[in-house]
T-cell receptor, first 114, second 116 residues
Framework: EPEVTQTPSHQVTQMGQEVILRCVPI?????FYWYRQILGQKVEFLVS????????KSEIFDDQFSVERPDGSNFTLKIRSTKLEDSAMYFC????????????FGPGTRLTVT | AQKITQTQPGMFVQEKEAVTLDCTYD???????LFWYKQPSSGEMIFLIY??????QNATEGRYSLNFQKARKSANLVISASQLGDSAMYFC?????????????FGQGTELSVKP
């Protein structure tokens, strides 16, 4: 069964460093998302991406964040200068579109900023 | 603004019994979707069930059913015949469907523990 994959599973970085989180959505899906979940809290929406552009972003998704779909399969989230409060689980999700609304999540990348 | 409320931080159920997890929502969008996700201790988010706001019948997927009461703005998840593997965090979520972006707005979650 097709699934969303994410790499790495765990990333440790120092404050101020840039990180890139990678995702491979399900191949025939058209809508892509990033969410984050701070430990013990609810899942929060960051950004949605469709037709090679951002369709919506939250207040969390400030100038330090960017997303890219560099080729036909990968979808990346870049954090330019990480802060301690960026420590969280980051989930990528995708959905097919065309009347299908279910979003399928990847296993997540746990980001730890020290 | 859209909001999801899950008022039960934790629930216990005996194995093989049914359990209802509560979810209420608030939205002014005429068209929206309601979702339930399961998050085991391993951390992944597993899609369980979807209900569209215009669907006439309650959604069912195997042992999961969604008790949708539109006038009361509730979308409770019913799990029948609980199994030990059902122990997990459960999140209710909503997505406005007029907006093609389709972001999910999540509640705080309910931690379900199934007792043998």
């Amino acid at each position: 069964e097709p699934e969303v994959t994410q790499t790495p599973s765990h990333q440790v970085t120092q404050m101020g460093q840039e990180v890139i989180l990678r995702c491979v959505p399900i191949s025939n899906h058209l809508y892509f998302y990033w969410y984050r979940q701070i430990l013990g809290q609810k899942v929060e929406f960051l950004v949605s991406f469709y037709n090679n552009e951002i369709s919506e972003k939250s207040e969390i998704f400030d100038d330090q964040f960017s997303v890219e779909r560099p080729d036909g399969s990968n979808f990346t989230l870049k954090i330019r200068s990480t802060k301690l409060e960026d420590s969280a689980m980051y989930f990528c999700a995708s959905r097919m579109g065309g009347g299908s609304y279910e979003q399928y999540f990847g296993p997540g990348t746990r980001l730890t900023v020290t | 603004a859209q909001k999801i409320t899950q008022t039960q931080p934790g629930m216990f159920v005996q194995e093989k019994e049914a359990v209802t997890l509560d979810c209420t929502y608030d939205t002014s969008d005429p068209s929206y979707g309601l979702f339930w996700y399961k998050q085991p201790s391993s951390g992944e988010m597993i899609f369980l069930i979807y209900q569209g706001s215009y669907d006439q019948q309650n959604a069912t997927e195997g042992r999961y059913s969604l008790n949708f009461q539109k006038a009361r703005k509730s979308a409770n998840l019913v799990i029948s015949a609980s199994q030990l593997g059902d122990s997990a965090m459960y999140f209710c979520a909503m997505s406005p469907q007029g907006n093609q972006g389709g972001k999910l707005i999540f509640g705080q979650g309910t931690e379900l523990s199934v007792k043998p």
